[in-house]
């Protein structure tokens, strides 16, 4: 706990990190070397393989005529929105299951279940009841997020370390301030990774979804690249899509985890 | 609930706390037949053969005794987190079940939120009994002024010290106002010179507030250097064996100076 002691490896690490981004820089230079000279050779026909040059070109054109931006926008609105529902939803199953054994026998069994299945296989069930629609979009994405999230907030509960439910009954907490004040702040570590997994899945279903329904976003664009033959914009909309996952987890996910690591890493 | 707070009003207008007299007289905690037994499956373990116990207000007792003799169980039924398998907890003449805010138990580990800041982590018990902000605010800072930790109100409980944390969590317990403290090992986890300064610390804030406190500890030194009483407990089953009055002059440790 000492200062001196912190400060040293903390200088070794950031030069490490130095290290690590050039070398990481170098190969993706290289990647995108290989990737020019492969196109430029022309093994494959130019509509199946675009090259860097074309990708830039066509992420260049999509930015122009504002669809690029509407599209980020729309996903992500239905991402947020979908996955805020979620949150609000699994956080009330998970407390009821974590908390009740009944619950955690009946419903819980059943969580575990659907958890069991791939998000994606929710798409025919929301056209079929919802129709292309927003909605469908909606419940594609709550369907992907909630389980996993449910889950991660029942083992949070029952991981708690029970001096911390010791400790604040015998202060005097009980009921729905116990739950929210000292249940669900204990369990965050293992919420946080039902909410990680609960994001990803969600994205990865929503993407599929909007394949399927041909109003503005990022999965139309990437079957409309299909239907007008434009290879350029398919590798477009795929690299937006991987940066936009990174940023979430990088922005989010990743502080979020650094910080829970950090608070409750200590022993109790 | 609302009559402790009241305490605690009164308690801080004296701060400092020299012109509180000893409660002397009455009785603040009987023990009357208290036993356990746990069962678990084919396994029966008696953990406390029945106990009886008086316990005057004001009183320091320390419970020692090698680990495995029930001083952890009998401090979990007076607090009221495990149920007894007979007898009676009795509190100012009233029989107690479950938990209450006149007794509050100390951990070895602290048991300080990691998720609340020093501060907030000494304002829990207080929201809980909905006190407004501005007066639990006020009630913390004079706990954590006595512990001698202001200054750390926005720290985290990891970047704090064992012994920080251990103190944090007195004052956690005491902003509550309980009459008894019940402290289980609670410095088992420090070294030798942390754990001198905070027995030192425990005897000052023992003499200003007057709480009775019961002190578990397996550690000779420390029972007779706190204690006004120290009770022996041996193993299997776990049963008390002989109850010494200590009558040595106050105060005893020598770091007692050093506290302001
Ligand atoms: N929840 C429990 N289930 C079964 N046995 C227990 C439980 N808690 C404590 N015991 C047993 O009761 C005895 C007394 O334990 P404890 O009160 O923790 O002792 P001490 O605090 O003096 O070390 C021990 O033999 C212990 O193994
Ligand atoms: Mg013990």
Redesign the interface.
């Known amino acids: ?1 000492a200062t001196p002691s912190i400060s040293i490896p903390k200088k070794h690490v950031s030069t490490r990190w130095i290290g690590k981004l050039i070398r990481q820089l170098l190969f993706y230079v290289l990647l995108l070397v290989i990737w020019q000279l492969l196109a430029s050779a022309h093994i494959w026909k130019d509509y199946l393989f675009a090259g860097p040059l074309t990708v830039l070109e066509s992420t260049k054109a999509l930015y122009q005529d504002g669809s690029l931006v509407t599209a980020i926008l729309v996903s992500v609105r239905r991402l947020a929105l979908g996955y805020g529902i979620s949150l609000i939803l699994g956080l009330i199953l998970g407390l009821a299951i974590g908390s009740n054994h009944y619950i955690e026998e009946t419903l819980g069994s059943l969580v575990v279940a659907l958890q069991a299945l791939p998000s994606v296989c929710w798409i025919p069930l929301a056209m079929l009841w919802f129709g292309l629609s927003e909605q469908a979009m909606l419940f594609v994405v709550v369907m992907g997020a909630l389980f996993s999230i449910t889950l991660g907030v029942d083992a949070g509960i029952k991981n708690t370390p029970p ?2 439910i ?9 009921g729905l ?1 116990l739950s929210t ?2 249940i669900l ?2 369990a ?1 570590p293992s919420i946080l990774t039902g909410l990680k997994q609960g994001w990803t899945f969600a994205w990865r279903s929503l993407m599929a979804a909007e394949l399927l329904y041909n109003t503005i976003s990022l999965g139309s664009l990437l079957e409309g690249g299909r239907d007008f033959g434009d290879i350029g914009q398919i590798f477009a909309i795929m690299i937006v899509i991987i940066i936009i996952g990174i940023a979430i987890d990088g922005l989010i996910f990743q502080p979020l985890e650094r910080m829970v690591r ?7 | ?1 609302i009559q402790s707070i009241g305490n605690k009003s009164r308690s801080i207008e004296v701060a400092g706390g020299d012109n509180i007299s000893p409660s002397a007289g009455g009785n603040s905690l009987r023990i009357e037949g208290i036993s356990k037994t746990f069962v678990g499956g084919e396994r029966v373990v008696e953990a406390l053969r029945p106990v009886d116990l008086s316990i005057s207000a004001g009183e320091f007792v320390c419970f020692l005794g090698p680990s495995g003799c029930g001083k952890s169980t009998l401090l979990n039924i007076i ?3 495990e149920a007894a398998s007979s007898g009676n907890i009795i509190v100012n003449d009233k029989p107690v079940r479950g ?3 006149d ?3 100390l ?1 070895q ?3 300080l ?3 609340l800041n020093i501060q907030k982590n000494v304002e ?2 207080l ?3 909905h006190v407004p902000g501005k007066k639990r605010a006020e009630i913390a800072r004079h706990y954590l002024d006595m512990v001698n930790l202001s200054g750390f109100e926005n720290s ?3 970047q704090l ?1 064992g012994g920080m944390r251990q103190r944090a969590a007195i004052a ?2 005491l902003a ?1 106002d309980p009459d008894i403290l019940l402290m289980d090992e609670p410095f088992g986890a420090l070294d030798a010179f942390t754990r001198d300064k905070l027995q030192a610390q425990v005897e000052t804030i023992w003499s200003a507030t007057h709480k009775t406190i019961l002190f578990v500890t397996h550690n000779v030194r420390e029972a007779v250097a706190l204690g006004d009483r120290v009770i022996v407990f041996a193993p299997r089953p776990g049963r008390i064996i002989r109850d010494f009055h200590i009558d040595l002059p106050r105060p005893r440790s020598l770091e007692d100076h050093h506290l302001g």
């Open positions: 706990m001096v911390y010791k400790a604040a009954r015998n202060m005097g907490s009980r301030a004040q000292v702040p204990a965050l950090r608070r409750w890493g200590f022993a109790v | 609930m607090a009221g987190l938990t209450g805010t007794r509050v138990l951990f580990e602290a048991a939120f990691p998720w829990f018990g929201r809980q009994a985290y409980p990891h010290s956690r317990a509550i």
